[in-house]
């Protein structure tokens, strides 16, 4: 299996789900120094980037990323609530290579507030999606996609919940056979 290396902003669950499915990762990566998914990964050893676009730019940002990433060994990046879009340079240098995950069944429901969209529009299903990354949001090749049901009553909170237990079993079965290619 390929070396993955998996970008991340936040809580960092989704990551965590790659981890303990047992996707060899290389290097776990934020622009948020203080994610609190950086420190887990670094309390298993895993080894961490962070470092915040703030004051440099993008551009260095993204340059100081991609090589870490590379002298990192990964050779597969997956990004897991990564809250930035990647320039067209970066998706470009690792083309078809970027993976993600994201909370809604595609291609409805692209961009954010997946959740609250999908039951202001009386939707009876929810889910996620993995897909390919291109320079266009949330519009690359499926990869996978899992249902769960929206239950009257439902909140964009108590059906998120549902969704992101589903995102950790769909997430790693993608992952496995993509890095398996
Ligand atoms: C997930 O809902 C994922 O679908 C979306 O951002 C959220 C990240 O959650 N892209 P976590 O950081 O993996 O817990």
Do not use: F
């Given at each position: 299996m390929k070396t993955v290396g998996i970008l991340i902003s936040g809580r960092g669950s989704n990551m965590m789900a790659l981890v303990e499915a047992g996707i060899p990762v290389g290097l776990v990566a934020s622009?948020?120094?203080?994610?609190?998914g950086l420190a887990w990964a670094r309390e298993r050893g895993i080894p961490t980037f962070a470092l915040s676009p703030?004051?440099?730019?993008k551009a260095a940002f993204e340059a100081q990323m991609d090589a870490a990433l590379r002298d990192a060994g990964c050779e597969i990046v997956a990004l897991a609530g990564y809250m930035r879009l990647l320039s067209d340079d970066f998706v470009a240098r690792w083309r078809d290579r970027i993976v993600n995950i994201h909370p809604?069944?595609?291609?409805?429901?692209?961009?954010?507030?997946t959740h609250a969209r999908a039951i202001a529009a009386g939707d009876s299903v929810a889910g996620c999606s993995v897909h390919v990354v291109t320079e266009?949001?949330?519009?690359?090749?499926?990869?996978g996609q899992a249902e769960v049901p929206i239950i009257p009553g439902d909140a964009p909170e108590t059906l998120a919940l549902r969704v992101l237990e589903a995102e950790h079993r769909l997430y790693p079965q993608v992952l496995k056979e993509f890095a398996s290619r």
């Open positions: 622009d948020k120094p203080d994610a609190p703030k004051g440099i730019g809604s069944l595609l291609p409805r429901y692209k961009g954010l507030d266009e949001l949330d519009a690359g090749a499926l990869l």
